[in-house]
């Protein structure tokens, strides 16, 4: 029982090129999100998924697209990757029993540099 | 807005010792629930409890304890005897009416031998 797997772990762009970001779970949960930790900040979420099919937008999604490729993937694509990316992004996932959400857990994370 | 502050940037102590994270949230929604993760320094993201706010009991899991107090929007996380194996950054987060989470900067505990 893997969790929840990112790939890369590390990854060095030049601005404009493009990028996708791999997050797999292996909990069988219907939920799963994409943030960046920038230094001394919490996490902002970027993409979410509620359930297999469906996407939504958080708080920064400008410069992101995001695909559900089944229940076991979310993956995060940088079209023409900006220095103002460079992060760490953490994919997460979560269950759901309605009415309550409940704690997401979190992959090792990817750092991003784009120089 | 829905906001999560945590004012203590950095606290260090020596071990042993009882320490307080504060975490003070804003909310308009009347339902809404808050959590607390630790960030060791390996970076991954390790959840520690989450609260509902119609539930106003005090939790204790061996030497975590959380205050939680409706009255002053706050949701305080002691160590007890903090060890060096505390060290981390430790965020409180809110979940919003939409269901996303909203972070509080973070707090760097550092335990010092």
């Known amino acids: 029982n893997a969790g929840v797997t990112q790939t890369p772990k590390f990854q060095v762009l030049k601005t404009g090129q493009s990028m996708t970001l791999q997050c797999a779970q292996d909990?069988?949960?219907?939920?799963m999100y994409w943030y960046r930790q920038d230094p001394g900040m919490g996490l902002r979420l970027i993409y979410y998924?509620?359930?297999?099919?469906?996407?939504d937008k958080g708080e920064v999604p400008n410069g992101y697209n995001v695909s559900r490729l089944n229940k076991r993937e979310f993956s995060l694509r940088l079209e023409s990757a900006a220095p103002s990316q460079t992060s760490v992004y953490f994919c997460?996932?979560?269950?759901?029993?309605?009415?309550?959400?409940?704690?997401?857990?979190f992959g090792p994370g990817t750092r991003l540099t784009v120089t | 807005a829905q906001k999560v502050t945590q004012a203590q940037t950095e606290i260090s102590v020596v071990e042993k010792e009882d320490v307080t994270l504060d975490c003070v949230y804003e909310?308009?929604?009347?339902?809404?629930?808050l959590f607390w993760y630790k960030q060791p320094p390996s970076g991954e993201l390790v959840f520690l409890i989450r609260?509902?706010?119609?539930d106003e009991q005090n939790e204790i899991s061996g030497r975590y304890s959380w205050n939680f107090q409706k009255s002053t929007s706050s949701f305080n996380f002691t160590i007890t005897a903090s060890q060096v194996v505390d060290s981390a950054v430790y965020f409180c987060?809110?979940?919003?009416?939409?269901?996303?989470?909203?972070w509080g900067a973070g707090t760097k505990l550092i335990i010092k031998p």
């Open positions: 909310t308009r929604d009347t339902t809404y629930y």
């Open positions: 987060a809110l979940m919003d009416s939409n269901y996303q989470l909203i």
């Open positions: 997460a996932s979560s269950e759901w029993v309605s009415p309550f959400p409940y704690e997401q857990y």
């Open positions: 998924s509620a359930s297999e099919g469906t996407t």
């Open positions: 909990m069988n949960h219907n939920s």
């Open positions: 609260r509902n706010s119609f």
